[in-house]
């Protein structure tokens, strides 16, 4: 695995992701859907449904800058594993992440068999096909 390749793709893929959640977060504060925008909205002169449009944009976009933060905080756990030359491994048994993993999933930090298992684990219904 090119590590200098790898970081690099994750240094761009983290720009991208700060700057849609700045995008979204500036978009979101200037009124509308905005973050800040429910104390401004007005029951009067607006039909039921125009507010519930708004909430639930309001709700949408801080779902998606959640999601944003996630993978923003992956990304940066990504470039310390590089710093620390742990990239490659496993966080659970320090075996092989795997190079297709990795150029599939930069910010991965399991091999597939433990990510499987700890998916498993999230979703306790979930049986092998």
């Given at each position: 695995m090119?590590?200098?390749?790898?970081?690099?793709?994750?240094?761009?893929?983290?720009?991208?992701?700060?700057?849609?959640?700045?995008?979204?977060?500036?978009?979101?504060?200037?009124?509308?859907?905005?973050?800040?925008?429910?104390?401004?909205?007005?029951?009067?002169?607006?039909?039921?449904a125009d507010h519930g449009s708004e909430v639930f944009e309001r709700e949408k976009n801080l779902s998606i800058i959640e999601s944003l933060e996630e993978e923003i905080g992956d990304a940066r756990a990504a470039l310390r594993r590089i710093e620390e030359g742990t990239y490659e491994k496993c966080e659970i048994d320090g075996g092989d992440i795997g190079e297709e993993r990795l150029k599939a999933m930069p910010t991965a930090r399991y091999c597939l068999r433990h990510q499987e298992e700890i998916e498993k684990d999230l979703r306790p219904g979930l049986t092998d096909a």
């Amino acid at each position: 695995m090119n590590v200098k390749r790898a970081r690099t793709r994750i240094e761009e893929e983290l720009a991208r992701l700060q700057e849609s959640r700045e995008s979204l977060v500036a978009e979101s504060s200037q009124g509308g859907a905005g973050l800040e925008g429910a104390a401004e909205l007005s029951s009067i002169d607006q039909h039921p449904a125009d507010h519930g449009s708004e909430v639930f944009e309001r709700e949408k976009n801080l779902s998606i800058i959640e999601s944003l933060e996630e993978e923003i905080g992956d990304a940066r756990a990504a470039l310390r594993r590089i710093e620390e030359g742990t990239y490659e491994k496993c966080e659970i048994d320090g075996g092989d992440i795997g190079e297709e993993r990795l150029k599939a999933m930069p910010t991965a930090r399991y091999c597939l068999r433990h990510q499987e298992e700890i998916e498993k684990d999230l979703r306790p219904g979930l049986t092998d096909a």
